[in-house]
């Protein structure tokens, strides 16, 4: 299983990952950005597809080969931070065993966070605003912007925590490290069928879809609308929305 997290500046997406490492079992992979690449090379002068930093975590020149290694190693837990871009997510989207989650936080909190963080007496505090500028710059940059990363989270976490116990107890009852995430059940994968096909409706008062199955397999699916060969109810096929037309 691979946990992919992503989030808005001191959302808490280290704290996350340093749970399910320290906690769960779980081990922390990381992705070299474009101006940080990993440049070793080996005695053949070729370069390695991953090197370990000073913390023990593996880090990778690109997404392939991140997923090559975690492919051979599917049954282990792994986590990443390093989503840099929608291409890095769209690769890792491909694999069954990828989950993407997000983590949030007010943006008041997330400032008090920052400071807190980058303490100096030396120094001018950030001001909330500025604060407010550097965040919109990390969600809605043109070439990295996050917030399209976001959009597409699976899981996503609102972490107001006071403290890391009550973040831990939260993420505890999430249980993230729970693989009935990575696919929908019989009722769910159906029920996702009906609504898609309800998508097709044409009727101007509601959207109703339909999935017909008998033991486990799809026998015929529908949608409410005017017969076949009649007018469709946008077009005053149907007698309650006709009078529009007229």
Not at 49 to 77: C, M, N, P, Q
Not at 158 to 186: F, G
Request: net charge positive; glycine share 6%.
């Amino acid at each position: 299983m691979l946990i992919g997290i992503c989030g808005g500046i001191c959302a808490g997406k280290n704290s996350v990952a340093q749970y399910l490492t320290e906690h769960v079992g779980f081990v922390r992979l990381r992705l070299a950005s474009q101006d940080h690449l990993v440049h070793n090379l080996d005695s053949q002068g070729s370069k390695l597809e991953s090197a370990v930093d000073r913390k023990g975590d593996r880090i990778f020149e690109d997404v392939d080969s991140l997923l090559d290694f975690v492919t051979k190693l599917w049954r282990h837990y792994w986590v990443l931070t390093d989503i840099w871009n929608e291409d890095v997510l769209e690769s890792l989207l491909k694999r069954p065993s990828f989950l993407l989650v997000s983590v949030d936080a007010p943006v008041s909190l997330r400032w008090k966070r920052f400071r807190d963080r980058h303490y100096d007496p030396g120094q001018h505090p950030l001001t909330l605003e500025d604060f407010v500028i550097r965040n919109d710059k990390h969600l809605y940059d043109h070439e990295r912007g996050v917030a399209c990363l976001i959009d597409r989270a699976e899981v996503r976490l609102v972490n107001q925590a006071p403290s890391l116990r009550d973040l831990h107890d939260a993420l505890r009852d999430l249980n993230l490290a729970n693989e009935e995430r990575l696919r929908p059940n019989w009722d769910q994968y159906f029920m996702q069928l009906a609504s898609l096909a309800a998508q097709r409706s044409n009727c101007m008062k509601r959207r109703v879809g339909c999935v017909l199955v008998r033991e486990k397999r799809v026998i015929s699916t529908g949608y409410n609308g005017t017969p076949r060969n009649l007018k469709n109810c946008n077009e005053g096929g149907c007698k309650f929305i006709a009078l529009a037309f007229m």
